[in-house]
């Protein structure tokens, strides 16, 4: 398995945070290309979650494929107006030869995002899919579906591989993942219990790269920076304490974040929540199929476009700021996202009930001036400080 | 079967006539469901299950058709406005926000009262179903259930009867059945009926025959129905008695009709010079204007995807077997709903398929800023089927809702530039041949 993502290793702490950030924003995916260029194949899957186990265990690269701060130069001429910008700068990458894929991925997410299997095979001759992830979480047939459109993954998978996958090869996969996703709510923990020792962007890009590197490169890179963000001096500071919510799909360009970050501390957030949708280690059975799928299903976290009628999205919204003991909430909503800016109107209407202070604004991956959006988030910020 | 006596005054034109009776009819039934403060089953046009719900004997409602009766009714900035006012979007779906608004009027709708929900049914057809029915279930705290139907995962391989895949979508969709008809008898407080069901299941296959046949007959020169404006009224009825003898005894009059106009060789009102495939969603705030645009340059509309997803699939033709009918709901179910999905995501083989059974001319691309199901690939499809074929078509944007996003005079433009190129190119074409 080649290696991608080495550069950091010699840097101290706030050179690797800087580097993450750097890789993350510009956009040339360099950790992908080495990849590449090293004789891999990739499998780029678009938001919101993927199990990345079923392609780790064939050799492959997993790519989250969540558009980028791009111009749509190519792309464009495949869309019409009213549409967010993920979807264009997505298929972006792929049109401007940026990422080169063997197999691309989509969910049924939203009513724009399932179409994109469709343009994208129109353009490309590799296979493009979507995976049926159940909008039914409530049936108990749902699983055993569900572990079989992971079967039905795999079969592709191991077609793009060249090799069939074992039920072994799975459940390495799984571990690695757990261990992964065990670091990640470690990172959240500090966000949580110390955020002032961890920057919100620093934060979301060292989840975010996660994304495009293998799996072990990501646990290598967590366990090294983590105790060091830990033994960091830094003192807190009189800042309110949010979640940032409505980032599930589209990302909202680094400088939002950082921005919000400069008057906040965002103690929990939704950022690129598909890499850490499964909120507890996978137990290992006989299979690991099963497993994922039940996993999926029972210990997951929640987004506006997974339905799951035990999991109403404004009380998990009021457990997400309980258990980050949050004074506010930031409620993002990507542009032109139909389920985000549904999902808004639930929301505000459950903070208002619980007079949870909010505030609300609708962003764009590669809007670029934020002045005055600065200025109405420090006047909420302001508010609540001196009132 | 006609008797020859028969006039064609007493022919032509019934079924828009009688379509239009059954219409008034439903909303009348719907009005007298409010007043006696009874519920409604709130459903969807792709995969309704009224199958299931007839059997209960419940009244059932499509908010997709509330809906768009406002903006047919040229009211539904109305209930645009008031949904936006409590912060729903200007970018959302215009079903959605008039149906919120509906709802804070307490059902008050131009074609009646809409009763309240008892329980909303839905699939994922359209993700935004889900999205709305959650809506319902925080305003009325009511059971709402998502039969979840697993689409074409790849364009070009489909999965049938009797194979693996198949089976294993099949069985959980079957299994969804069985769930949603125990929730039935919970909410209505009956013993789930399989005959009941049966009946409504050999209703339903007659419908779906005499639907397949309507589509075909379209393809008959001069067409004998506009599949944008007549095609309408019939989706309205094949949708809401989906299941019931006034449905089934509905579509076999109208094919009596359509079978007689083209045995004789009568068209619709228009002198059909352009024969057009229409891609999306109406344009229901100028919904008799904009077909006009079409009609006074002499062309109309053969046929159209609308009548194949917003019809749920039916246009499959798929006939239940009764004698298994749990197994072969979930089996028709799944092929239909499949379609209707394929029909808005993987539409551009069908559209290349539907121009050369139909004789088309053109193809008219329709996105809508209210329905990214169905708006989001229509561009790239329509690239894709010029480069393969040289169809010539059209690309206007507008809305099923929203009047502020429709542009009559900017439709005008983009429409006469486009007669004008079918126009050239008819008579090049005609040159060629004398040459």
Known sequence: MPRVFDEWKALPLDEVLGLCRDTLEEADFGPVTRWREAGGKIVGHFQVYFPHEIVHAAGLLPLKVRGAPVEPTHADSRFGSYLCSILKTSLELVLSDTIELDMFVTHPICDAARNLAAVWGRNFQYP???????????????????????????????????????????????????RDRALMRELYEIKRETPWLVSAEDAYSLVGIGGMIPVEEHIELMESVLPQLRARTAKAEDRIRVVFEGAFCEQPPLDLIRMVGRSCYVVDDDFMIGLRYIIEDIPAGDDPLMDLAEAYLERSSYSPVQHDNRKPKERMLVERIGGARAEAVVLAAAKMCEPGLEEQVAYVQELEKRGTPYFVNEFEENMTSFSSLELQVETFVENLLFT | MIPPSTAPSDIVGRGNKEGGQLFRQWFANLSEVAERKERAAYVFVMGSLNEILKSFDMPVSFPEINALQTAIRRVSHEYLDEAEDIGYSPDICGYVKADVALQMRGGEHPMGKIPKPSMAVFTNACNTYIKWAEIWERMYDIPIFTVDIPGTRQAGIVTMPGQHRFENDRRYVEGQIR??????????GKKFDIDKLRDCMANANRLSLAWERLLALNRSCPSVFNALTDGTVYLGVANGFRGTPEGTAYFERLVEEMEYKAAHGIGTLTEEEYRLIFVGVPCYPIFRRFNEIFTEQGGTFVNSTYLWFASGGTNRGYQYDTTRPIESLAEGLLLSVRDAMDSMFHQYAMVREMAEEYSTDGVVFHPIKSCRTVSTGLADSRRALMEETGMPSLFIESDMMDRRVVSEAQLKNRIDAFFEGLASRKHQSKAEGAA
């Open chain 1, 128 to 178: 493009c899919q979507i995976l049926y992830l159940p909008q039914n979480a409530n049936s108990k047939h749902t699983a055993q579906y569900l572990r079989d459109e992971y079967d039905r993954l795999l079969e592709e998978v191991e077609e793009i591989a060249g090799r069939k996958v074992t039920p072994e090869d799975l459940s390495r996969s799984v571990a690695l993942y757990n």
């Open chain 2, 179 to 188: 769930e949603l008809i125990t929730l039935c008898e919970q909410v209505t």
